[in-house]
């Protein structure tokens, strides 16, 4: 039986837990990953979804010195519309109004996931992959956590790092208590071509049937994800695409001209997941497997991000001063600076699902007078465009931008 120890192992290689373990490149510390899936085949597999990166992920990888070549398969956010079917409510934010050049950017997830995968392949001598692999036991020594692979492989470390998900394993059987909200909703993502050019605005419209977000993608083609509710979505999901098309239009409007077409259709049921506490002794659980949001306002992945900066930040601090990487203080300390994000994005992100599926007169009046409210407010907006752009409160390093602390690049 193969006995190995590290300093660090990484439980699942998805969008977070890559990102995390490139951003450990220059640590000197002996890295582990676990990964379930073959992330060969996983680009067979074929994740159809487009996700927006915030301001702060970018930022995060522009640090990383990584944003130059994910700048080649990105799409700028320029402007944000956001509208209710139906209503004349609406607010619009434009970047040049905040001094800055594009609110995020809008790329492939697969894409995204299979570059930073091949990065933290090829560019850290330090990380050991155990890939396909799935874990059998988790055993908590009194120095540390103990690993058993389903090869029958046994790997120790000091400190666990759990990204694999909001089905987490490691969440599971370590008893973290957990919430979980089911939104009777399922998200129909795909890419419709459009007659005329998105000109680099995303949409977000509040319909009937749930929120439909509309991102912009190449020239004159654009993402769709639509979070339709619980019984409507069985006969949507059964349309041929001609049926379809015309459907959704209808429930967008004409902003983008006539549809023309729509392709890559995938559907994903949507949940909230949130664990109690992100830390146990010598256990961090981050992303998803922390904290499973709606994906309305495009924050899942973004919160997930900035829950790596402050990691990352807090065990560059233990190295250089040589401390201990699994003190508990840190991790604490950890679970502090970052608790207030995590559940203001949560909160957030389930009030606006749970406020725009009321049909309850007094709350439809409240929120249109929300909307508009908004878009006579500049104070208001900016200070709402900050914080959706992950920028709001205190940053770690990976996230400002050189000589200016407040994350900001002038146009
Ligand atoms: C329709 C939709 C649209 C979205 N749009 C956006 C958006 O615009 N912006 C945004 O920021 N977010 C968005 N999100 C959310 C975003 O996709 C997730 O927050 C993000 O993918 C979470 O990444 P993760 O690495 O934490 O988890 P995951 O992506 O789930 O990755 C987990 C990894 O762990 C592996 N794994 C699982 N179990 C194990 C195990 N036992 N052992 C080893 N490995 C394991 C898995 O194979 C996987 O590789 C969207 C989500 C949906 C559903």
Same mark, same amino acid.
């Given at each position: 039986?193969?006995?190995?120890?590290?300093?660090i192992?990484?439980?699942g290689? $998805?969008?977070?837990?890559?990102?995390?373990?490139?951003?450990?490149?220059?640590? %000197?510390?002996?890295?582990?990953?676990?990964?379930?899936?073959?992330?060969?085949?996983?680009?067979?597999?074929?994740?159809?979804?487009?996700?927006? #990166?915030?301001?702060?992920?970018?930022?995060?990888?522009?640090?990383?010195?990584?944003?130059?070549?994910i700048?080649?398969?990105a799409?700028?956010?320029?402007s944000?519309?956001?509208?209710?079917?139906?209503?004349?409510?609406?607010?619009?934010?434009?970047?040049? @109004?905040?001094a800055?050049?594009?609110?995020?950017?809008?790329v492939?997830?697969?894409?995204?996931?299979?570059?930073?995968q091949?990065q933290?392949?090829?560019?850290?001598?330090?990380?050991?992959?155990?890939? *396909?692999?799935?874990?059998q036991?988790?055993?908590?020594?009194?120095?540390? =956590?103990?690993?058993?692979?389903?090869?029958n492989? =046994?790997?120790?470390?000091?400190?666990l790092?759990?990204?694999?998900?909001?089905?987490?394993?490691v969440?599971?059987?370590?008893?973290?208590?957990?919430?979980?909200k089911?939104?009777?909703?399922? /998200?129909?993502?795909?890419?419709?071509?459009?007659?005329?050019?998105?000109?680099?605005?995303?949409?977000?419209?509040?319909? !009937?049937?749930?929120?439909?977000a509309v991102? %912009?993608?190449l020239?004159?083609?654009?993402?769709?994800?639509?979070? =339709?509710?619980? *019984?409507?979505?069985? @006969?949507?999901? @059964?349309?041929?695409?001609? !049926?379809?098309? %015309?459907?959704?239009?209808?429930?967008?409007?004409?902003?983008?001209?006539?549809?023309l077409?729509? !392709?890559?259709?995938q559907?994903?049921?949507?949940?909230?997941?949130?664990?109690?506490?992100?830390?146990?002794?010598?256990?961090?659980?981050?992303g998803?497997a922390a904290?499973?949001?709606? *994906?309305?306002?495009?924050?899942?992945?973004?919160?997930g991000?900035? @829950?790596?900066?402050?990691?990352?930040?807090?065990?560059t601090?233990?190295?250089?001063?040589?401390? /201990?990487?699994?003190?508990?203080?840190?991790?604490?300390n950890?679970?502090?600076?970052?608790?207030?994000?995590?559940l203001?994005?949560?909160w957030?992100?389930?009030?606006?699902?749970?406020?725009?599926?009321?049909?309850?007169? %007094?709350?439809?009046?409240?929120?249109?007078?929300?909307?508009?409210?908004?878009? #006579?407010?500049? &104070? =208001?907006k900016?200070?709402?465009?900050?914080?959706?752009m992950? &920028?709001?409160?205190?940053? *770690?390093?990976?996230?400002?931008?050189?000589?200016?602390?407040? $994350?900001?690049?002038?146009?």
């Amino acid at each position: 039986m193969k006995h190995q120890k590290f300093d660090i192992i990484i439980v699942g290689a $998805g969008l977070v837990g890559s990102s995390f373990a490139y951003a450990l490149k220059k640590l %000197p510390l002996n890295i582990a990953i676990i990964e379930s899936q073959d992330i060969i085949k996983q680009a067979v597999i074929n994740d159809k979804r487009s996700i927006a #990166l915030s301001r702060a992920s970018y930022q995060v990888l522009q640090n990383l010195g990584l944003w130059q070549a994910i700048s080649h398969f990105a799409t700028p956010i320029k402007s944000i519309h956001v509208s209710e079917q139906g209503k004349f409510a609406f607010t619009h934010f434009n970047c040049q @109004d905040m001094a800055i050049d594009a609110f995020g950017y809008v790329v492939l997830s697969q894409q995204l996931k299979q570059y930073l995968q091949t990065q933290a392949q090829t560019e850290l001598n330090n990380l050991t992959w155990f890939c *396909p692999s799935k874990i059998q036991t988790i055993h908590k020594t009194v120095d540390d =956590i103990e690993i058993t692979l389903d090869n029958n492989t =046994i790997i120790t470390t000091k400190l666990l790092v759990a990204t694999d998900g909001s089905r987490s394993i490691v969440r599971q059987q370590l008893n973290f208590a957990t919430k979980r909200k089911d939104y009777q909703q399922t /998200a129909l993502v795909a890419n419709v071509h459009t007659e005329y050019s998105h000109k680099n605005t995303a949409y977000e419209r509040f319909t !009937e049937l749930g929120p439909l977000a509309v991102l %912009p993608l190449l020239a004159n083609q654009s993402a769709i994800i639509w979070s =339709i509710k619980h *019984p409507h979505q069985k @006969d949507i999901l @059964d349309l041929s695409d001609e !049926e379809l098309l %015309p459907l959704v239009q209808s429930y967008f409007g004409k902003r983008l001209g006539q549809w023309l077409a729509i !392709e890559q259709r995938q559907a994903y049921p949507l949940q909230a997941v949130s664990s109690q506490s992100c830390i146990a002794p010598k256990v961090v659980l981050m992303g998803n497997a922390a904290h499973t949001v709606h *994906p309305v306002a495009g924050q899942g992945f973004n919160l997930g991000m900035r @829950d790596v900066a402050v990691l990352v930040e807090l065990l560059t601090q233990a190295v250089n001063h040589k401390q /201990a990487i699994d003190d508990f203080a840190l991790l604490k300390n950890y679970q502090q600076w970052r608790s207030q994000d995590q559940l203001q994005t949560q909160w957030f992100t389930d009030s606006l699902v749970e406020i725009f599926n009321q049909s309850f007169l %007094p709350i439809k009046c409240l929120r249109r007078a929300g909307l508009m409210a908004l878009e #006579l407010s500049p &104070l =208001i907006k900016q200070q709402f465009c900050q914080y959706s752009m992950g &920028l709001s409160g205190r940053l *770690p390093s990976l996230i400002q931008t050189q000589g200016d602390s407040n $994350g900001y690049q002038t146009v």
